[in-house]
């Protein structure tokens, strides 16, 4: 029942930054996660956070992407710092592990060379 919509996404040259936002429409009590779909490449799970505020990171960002939740406002973050190319994707957040009936529209990062 719960809504997700994520925020934030757009057009950066490498080495630039964004922050990522998902409003939740209800408290969800899981960890979450970012994750990130390009066509042709599996869905990647970038960056989680418990409940409780601990964090994980994929290597490939790790260093350079910050996740962030509050619980009060039903909210989480992503501040991606210094983005490549390799990082364009469409980004979504869920719940760790994902449930189906989350998944939101997205929000495209694309980032130039």
């Known amino acids: 029942q719960v809504q997700l919509a994520e925020s934030g996404g757009g057009l950066v040259q490498a080495g630039g930054s964004l922050r990522l936002s998902c409003a939740a429409s209800g408290s969800i009590f899981n960890a979450m996660g970012w994750y990130r779909q390009t066509p042709g490449k599996q869905r990647e799970l970038v960056a989680t956070?418990?409940?409780?505020?601990?964090?994980n990171y994929a290597d490939s960002v790790k260093g350079r992407f910050t996740i962030s939740r509050d619980n009060t406002k039903n909210t989480v973050d992503l501040l991606m710092n210094t983005l490549k190319p390799e990082d364009t994707a469409v980004y979504y957040c869920?719940?760790?592990?994902?449930?189906?009936?989350?998944w939101g529209q997205g929000t495209q990062v694309t980032v130039s060379s």
């Open positions: 869920n719940s760790v592990p994902w449930r189906d009936n989350y």
């Open positions: 956070i418990t409940y409780g505020g601990i964090t």
